[in-house]
């Protein structure tokens, strides 16, 4: 057994239409869910509701057991928050302590900050600590209580991409046996964190998966571009692939997309570069597919990104150009197809 939620709950702001959150999630012990998607998609408030911070209607249930009426410090999590939330009047050692009064079964806070490598600050203050510093802090205080749950809102996105890469492998190592749901808009994060994902949009779950599935057979054309797949009109792969009459959209992540010698023979597409941008160890570079070509004839309103026949691939050495005439290679095996465009 472990966590499982099935909330609605309603948010008001002035000069702002109600904001409604109604997903159930199952959380088995032990395993990490991460909630993916955009911002404003409800994932914070989502976890708050668990958490127990706002009213809602439903169910929250730890290993079989309501826990609806009980305010959040008595529910058994920990919660670490995007902004750290640290006492800026108590030292390292004293904010990683801070629980640990009110429980008798506790972690030793020294050991976790050395398990998180930052016992060498323990005497230090918040206002003095890096933005990563201050996470592993947080993360120490909440991991001391021996929470049955972890509840993490966004722990990274206030880090720099290096800090964030480090903290990031200490989290997946640390939430490896702790059931715990993740908060994330990043997918980078998510694949490295998760045991299964929830994609979530305006308020609910639309897809809830392992990385491999949500990755590579999203459920909508949606969850295909926020994951990081081209999402084209299906008529732009005909000849690649076998398109259904009904299918307007296709989906095929960057990764399964090859540079191939020659002109087009054998199913493969041409087309322009249009963009090539360097990312970390790989160039990504994006293909205009020729308009000529009777198999990039694009669907009405099929296609997300302006209306445009294009695919990303990624190139390790010597990328094309811009203006460069190139073939490329899409595995049939490897593309998902969609009957609309929502």
Known sequence: MGLSADVTATFTADGADAFVVDATVEVERGESLVVLGPSGSGKTLLLETVAGFHDHEGVVSLDGEALNGLDPEDRGFGFVFQDYALFPHLTVTENAAYGTRYRDDHRDPDDLLAELGVADLCDRYPPTLSGGEKQRVALARALAVRPKVMLLDEPLAALD????????????????DVTAVYVTHNRTTARAVADRIAVMRDGQIVQTGTPEAVFERPASPMVAAFTGSNVIAADALRGVVDVPADAMTAAVRPEHVALVDGTGDGGDLTGEVARSVREDAAHRITVDL?????????????????GDARLSLFVADDPPAPGERVGVSVPPERVTLFAAAE
């Open 290 to 306: 020729d308009a000529d070509d009777p198999r990039a004839e694009l669907s009405t309103g099929a296609v997300a990104d302006g």
């Open 161 to 176: 991409v290096p800090t964030r890469q480090a903290l990031r492998d200490d989290l997946a190592a640390v939430l490896d």
